[in-house]
């Protein structure tokens, strides 16, 4: 099962955020609760992707297992983060992660409606998330949901 996916543009602000529920027939997208949390998430796999580098230099974080849970992580050159939580029984969703970020190219990255370089953290809005229906729709089929 996932658990939710978040991903984290250049200026750690949290771009889009999608919660699912154990029945998966609904979801949560962009919800305002999720800001602080959407901090602290980007703050612990920060934390783990500078810990794994300074113990094997030019090692990168992908995936992090703890006792409930699996984080299966994204780094892109242009600072992306992309980042699922799964259950234990998602080894690797490498595919996956791959194929988002593809997705995100071409339903936000080539969208002449709405900027990619969304403001800093400071001045961020919650319009500044990514709202895309098509985005959204094609994520979930990617994720089998």
Not at 43 to 68: D, E, F, Q
Request: net charge positive; proline share 2%.
């Amino acid at each position: 099962m996932i658990y939710s996916l978040w991903i984290f543009d250049r200026h750690c602000n949290c771009i889009f955020d999608k919660e699912y529920t154990v029945n998966q027939s609904t979801s949560i997208v962009n919800s305002k609760e999720q800001q602080s949390r959407g901090k602290l998430i980007y703050g612990m796999v920060h934390s783990l992707k500078a810990m794994s580098t300074k113990i094997a230099p030019g090692n990168t974080l992908r995936t992090l297992t703890t006792g409930k849970y699996r984080i299966h992580a994204l780094f892109t050159a242009s600072n992306l983060w992309i980042v699922i939580f799964s259950d234990l029984t998602h080894h690797e969703l490498h595919e996956r992660l791959d194929k988002i970020y593809e997705l995100y190219l071409k339903y936000v990255v080539h969208n002449m409606l709405k900027p990619i370089d969304l403001r800093e953290s400071e001045n961020a809005k919650e319009s500044d998330k990514i709202t895309s229906p098509s985005f959204i729709k094609a994520v979930d089929q990617v994720l089998c949901l």
